[in-house]
């Protein structure tokens, strides 16, 4: 009995070692992919071909492990900015920040190339909405200014 169960635990041992090799391929190959479709991503934002670039940058995110996912945030959020779609770059830098800080700590100067993208995004936003309460106020005006010219013509 003793020696079935040693020949028992040793077929465990091995399954386990078995499975833990192919785990760390996998890993291994998951990671080579992750390179290359955030390369493909980075060079398709370099041309300008941002739509490219938003496929092969969300392709990357589930392959990203925990050292790589706040990198592959920030590069898929730089092209959401450049597209000017400021609240979803916001969102993904916020993400990457709050990464970035559970990994290195809040005051960890690595942080700085984050907290500045993401207070470029924020005072882009500020523009855009100042952009937009300054054309609502001119409307606004306008229309008040035509309601009164047409009442003042005796339209009713």
Known sequence: MAHSER???AWRWAGIAGWLVCSV????????RWERVTVAGVQAFEQGDYAAAV?????ALPLADAGSLAPSLMNLAAVYYAQGQYTDAARLYQRALVLQEQILGPDDPQLIP????????YRKMQIVRSCLASCVHGLCRRSTAQVIALDASGWE
């Open 114 to 121: 984050v907290l500045e993208a993401n207070a470029a995004v």
């Open 25 to 32: 391929t996998v890993v291994a190959a998951q990671e080579g």
């Open 7 to 9: 020949w028992h635990t």
């Open 55 to 59: 496929r092969q940058l969300q392709a």
